[in-house]
């Protein structure tokens, strides 16, 4: 390799080295910085690097990927809109994580170094793993990524509820990657390559020319869907989420609830992409693929059992990060109803709906934080009385919940509305000539039925929460004071979280990162 080759493969990767001199940078001001200056000199230079590493892809996305290598280290490193999207949510959700850290009186009895370094390593995993292109190094990030989160989790080490949840989180991670492992060593086994998009397009072909049994390519998807869903907290990969959300600083909890969960749904569709592809061209030339109708279904089952289940749990519980944990477990079957339809236009409607989610369930978290740090507990019972004591950060939280249920006149109601549109549009064109409902038909229909219903009874459980913070006397009358830290930062997403009812500058992006 020449010098000008090495040049240009780490110029693709500068917004990942950037991140990673953050990280080298982190740790040097750790050693030399005293103990409370850390958190603040520390924060920053995180802080400094991720917006750093963001103006950079920003620029990239401005000039056009299209200038820039498709490929890099041997074809290891996929640089495409789907990449960038991805990264832009990322350093977003890292960022306002730190902001949030430096404010949180959950961590700040610790040296930072370390916090802030796991917090870029986890970073800089999630990055490369939606820019994988090999199964190797798809695993290296997926496993940077979680063995950051699982050490996060913990990061309260006075606290045994903060270590459970980390070791929880490790156990669970670690059988997740094993198997997910397990299935991609059938993918290798079956078409002789590691390359992510040539292996599961032969995969994808050979089920249409029904080269492969049908029983064998559920069984590897399964597999791998195991690593996947885990990040993604879906049914039956959930288990750890409401423990470690619980349990960890709430920081943490909220990057692992937009970050990794990002990074899941990012890995999803890089693995999905060459099924919807082939799956279009079996339904142009009328192939009786499984695709077409068996795995829609498959993604159909898995996406009503885990927003009920989130949506059902919910109901009953007190503390409020658990209750979000649920919650965060129902959103992800929200978006796998989009898995169910082989259009550009699902795929669009996912990638906005994440993009909303990103502002609303932050500034949920931050208002949690900001009441956390003022009455030591998140059980919602110690929020009563909050709109009288703090009305600036309960009028934020109401927006966010309204936007978290799908209601207008939040950006949340567009993201759910595109997403059960594209659902009854598919409904729509599998009816027959005549107008009668076929079985595909009604499968279209009953999901996006369920799916209303499901925010329906969402609605119940975020409501919980604004009553104890509206209608219930506080158990004791001191003011919860805010600031004007506080009231920025909620205002910082709860812009967003209306504004962008006017999306059509959002879509011009999720426009080209869908093509």
């Known amino acids: 390799m020449t010098l000008t080759d090495l040049w240009s493969q780490c110029n693709a990767i500068a917004p990942e080295l950037v991140v990673a001199l953050a990280l080298c940078l982190v740790i040097l001001a750790d050693m030399f910085t005293p103990f409370e200056r850390s958190r603040w000199v520390c924060g920053f230079i995180a802080l400094l690097g991720t917006l750093c590493a963001l103006a950079i892809i920003l620029v990239r996305v401005q000039i056009g990927m299209s200038a820039f290598r498709p490929f890099t280290f041997g074809g290891m490193i996929r640089h495409d809109q789907l990449s960038a999207f991805f990264r832009i949510l990322f350093l977003l959700g890292s960022a306002a994580t730190i902001l949030f850290s430096m404010r949180s009186r959950e961590t700040e009895e610790y040296r930072q170094g370390e916090y802030y370094t796991l917090l870029l390593g986890a970073l800089l995993g999630a990055m490369f793993l939606v820019a994988a292109d090999n199964f190797v190094f798809f695993f290296v990030g997926f496993e940077t990524l979680s063995i950051c989160c699982y050490v996060l989790a913990g990061s309260i080490k006075h606290e045994r509820v903060s270590a459970e949840a980390g070791l929880k989180y490790m156990i669970y991670g670690a059988i997740a990657s094993g198997i997910m492992l397990f299935g991609i060593s059938y993918i290798y086994g079956i078409t002789g390559t590691l390359s992510i998009t040539e292996g599961l397009t032969n995969i994808a072909f050979l089920g249409a020319q029904n080269m492969i049994n049908p029983l064998a390519l559920f069984m590897i998807l399964t597999f791998v869907l195991a690593g996947i869903g885990f990040k993604m907290a879906m049914v039956p990969f959930h288990f750890w989420c409401p423990d470690v959300y619980q349990g960890a600083p709430t920081p943490v909890t909220a990057f692992l609830a937009v970050v990794s969960k990002a990074a899941g749904f990012g890995a999803l569709l890089r693995v999905m992409l060459p099924f919807f592809i082939v799956a279009k061209v079996a339904i142009a030339y009328h192939l009786d693929y499984l695709a ?88 919602i019972a110690r929020f009563r009385g909050a709109a009288f004591r703090t009305p600036f950060l309960f009028v934020a939280m109401f927006i966010f919940l309204i936007s978290l249920t799908g209601l207008p006149p939040t950006a949340g109601f567009v993201a759910k509305f595109m997403l059960f549109k594209v659902v009854v549009s598919a409904g729509l064109s599998h009816m027959s000539a005549a107008g009668a409902m076929t079985p595909m038909a009604i499968f279209y229909f009953a999901l996006a039925v369920i799916g209303v219903l499901n925010s329906a009874i969402s609605l119940y ?55």
């Open 292 to 379: 077409v109708v068996q795995l829609p279904v498959y993604f159909g089952i898995l996406a009503v059992v885990t927003m009920t289940f989130g949506n059902l749990v919910a109901l009953r519980q007190t503390d409020v990060k658990r209750l979000l944990a649920y919650s965060s477990i129902a959103h992800a079957g929200y978006l796998l109803m989009g898995m169910t339809v082989y259009q550009h236009s699902s795929i669009e409607a996912m990638l906005f709906y994440f993009f909303i989610y990103l502002f609303m369930n932050l500034g949920a978290f931050w208002v949690v934080i900001a009441l956390i740090n003022r009455v030591g507990s998140a059980e």
């Open 461 to 515: 459980y975020y409501m919980t929460i604004i009553r104890a913070m509206a209608f219930e006397m506080p158990e004791e009358g001191s003011p919860l004071t805010d600031n004007a830290m506080d009231r920025l930062y909620a205002a910082a997403f709860v812009i967003p979280t209306v504004a962008l009812l006017y999306f059509a500058p959002v879509m011009q992006l999720i426009e080209l990162t869908a093509r």
